[in-house]
């Protein structure tokens, strides 16, 4: 058994004076794949920015590692991937110089590992094009590209799966089921019929459990 | 399913440097200005635009210009920095690189920092390197065009500072510009009174020495206090989008 890395204790969220959810309770442990599940506009992403810490209208209690997350922000920042509806790419830069900026605050790698990890998701021949010439997959396969040389024990996955073709779409199942049997957590949400063995799930929107 | 921890969690002595993460934020913001040179040159064409045309529009007169040249100018740069504080973190909160920026383990007000310095690279120093030739056309005599510049250089940066405040607190706004002024103008207006009163004082003769510290206390003030509020605002701003 091992202990859980992140904890939701009765989390609660209310937008536009509408509760999103309430008494939601949830530990994500490591090797596990969850998926956060509801219908649109449910609060799956507001989850997710809640988790990551992007969105501080919430009340009940995060733990990290069994102590306060917001207590320790910096260790859980550092622990932690977060992954957006918005791939955190500049239209003006080249896969390569996005990459690098991503990286530049976590860790730093040699450019040889970044090129790798583009030409992993399929991006080779396309290191030094700017960014807004690329489709908007490939723009996702950019950000994905991140997952590749990720070191955080802890993922936190928006719609991972938007505008990635069927044989991308597979390329990221596998990594994800991988990254569990490592003994990394991942959670994400995806309309895209996503169902890895052993994986997890939290309902968010309707009636609100587990 | 529950396998070990073997992906180990990393321990805080293992951080990046926060002056290489800001050095890389702040590299990334001239990267990215200079693969879009029409926007670098918006601030500095108006700005040298409205210098021109106040002696058409108003007085070409020697005596009206030297007497004035120095408030026209100043004015110019304030409006020019006014301008281009929307895009200071419009764009990165579009593609999302804004939320990578609040999820990196560095000081969020560090980084702000950076971002605004870069911000200033590009619109306030290119301002003050324009400033002789402009107050040239104006008629003012050298020693107040030294005077003016150095009043440029040290409050130039303290309009960017500033106006970040104002520039985080609008994100999530539609239609940010009228409001974005409306908060930020009123503290821009010491610096501005500071400035141009400098000017008239090196034009009579008197010691600047006064008028300099002050500028250099807002500077200094807006330094240490100003990214705090930037950081703490942009946390809103995101937090509700």
New interface residues.
């Given amino acids: 058994?091992?202990e859980p890395l992140l904890q939701a204790v009765s989390l609660e969220c209310e937008r536009d004076e509408r509760v999103l959810f309430q008494n939601l309770s949830f530990s994500i442990?490591?090797?596990?794949v969850t998926r956060v599940e509801g219908p649109n506009g449910s609060g799956k992403t507001t989850l997710l920015r809640i988790l990551?810490?992007?969105?501080?209208?919430w009340s009940g209690e995060l733990l990290w590692?069994g102590k306060p997350r917001d207590q320790q922000r910096?260790?859980y920042?550092?622990?932690?991937l977060?992954l957006?509806?918005?791939?955190?790419?500049?239209?003006?830069?080249t896969p390569l110089?996005n990459l690098r900026?991503?990286m530049?605050?976590?860790?730093?790698l040699k450019d040889a590992a970044l090129l790798q990890a583009l030409a992993g998701t399929g991006l080779s021949g396309y290191e030094n094009v700017?960014c807004r010439n690329l489709s908007a997959g490939q723009q996702r396969r950019v950000a994905l590209a991140r997952l590749l040389i990720a070191?955080?024990?802890l993922w936190l996955l928006d719609e991972v799966f938007t505008a990635i073709d069927a044989n991308g779409v597979e390329a990221i199942e596998a990594l994800l089921q991988q990254r569990?049997?490592?003994?990394?957590a991942v959670v994400v949400t995806t309309h895209h019929d996503l169902n890895l063995?052993?994986m997890n799930r939290i309902r968010v929107g309707g009636k609100a459990e587990r | 399913?529950?396998?070990?921890?073997?992906?180990?969690?990393?321990?805080?002595s293992?951080?990046?440097g926060t002056l290489?993460?800001m050095s890389?934020?702040f590299s990334?913001d001239l990267?990215?200005a200079f693969?879009?040179r029409q926007d670098l040159l918006n601030p500095l064409l108006f700005f040298t635009m409205v210098v021109t045309l106040f002696p058409l529009g108003v007085s070409p007169e020697v005596a009206f210009l030297k007497q004035s040249g120095a408030g026209i100018l100043w004015v110019a740069a304030l409006l020019s920095v006014l301008l281009s504080l929307d895009h200071l973190f419009r764009?990165d909160f579009?593609?999302?690189?804004l939320?990578?920026?609040?999820?990196?383990?560095?000081p969020l007000f560090l980084?702000v920092l950076a971002k605004t310095m870069a911000h200033w690279m590009l619109t306030g120093l290119p301002l003050v390197l324009l400033t002789p030739v402009l107050g040239l056309m104006l008629h003012l005599d050298g020693n107040s065009v030294a005077t003016l510049c150095l009043t440029l250089l040290i409050g130039t940066p303290v309009l960017s500072l500033v106006g970040a405040i104002g520039a985080a607190l609008t994100l999530g706004l539609r239609s940010a510009g009228v409001l974005l002024s409306l908060l930020i103008i009123p503290l821009y207006i010491p610096v501005l009174i500071f400035g141009t009163g400098t000017v008239a004082a090196a034009a009579e003769g008197a010691s600047v020495t006064g008028y300099l510290a002050l500028l250099g206390a807002f500077l200094v003030l807006a330094l240490t206090l100003a990214p705090f509020a930037s950081a703490a605002a942009l946390?809103?701003s995101?937090?509700?989008s």
């Fill in positions: 058994m091992s442990l490591p090797g596990t990551a810490g992007l969105n501080d209208a590692c910096e260790s920042l550092r622990n932690m977060y957006g509806h918005r791939p955190g790419i500049k239209p003006l830069l110089e900026a991503l530049a605050g976590r860790r730093p700017p070191d955080e024990p569990a049997e490592e003994g990394g063995p052993g | 399913m529950k396998a070990d921890l073997q992906v180990p969690l990393k321990a805080e293992s951080s990046v290489q993460a890389a934020v990334r990267r990215v693969r879009q764009h579009d593609d999302g690189t939320e990578q920026l609040m999820l990196q383990p560095q980084l946390r809103i995101l937090s509700n």
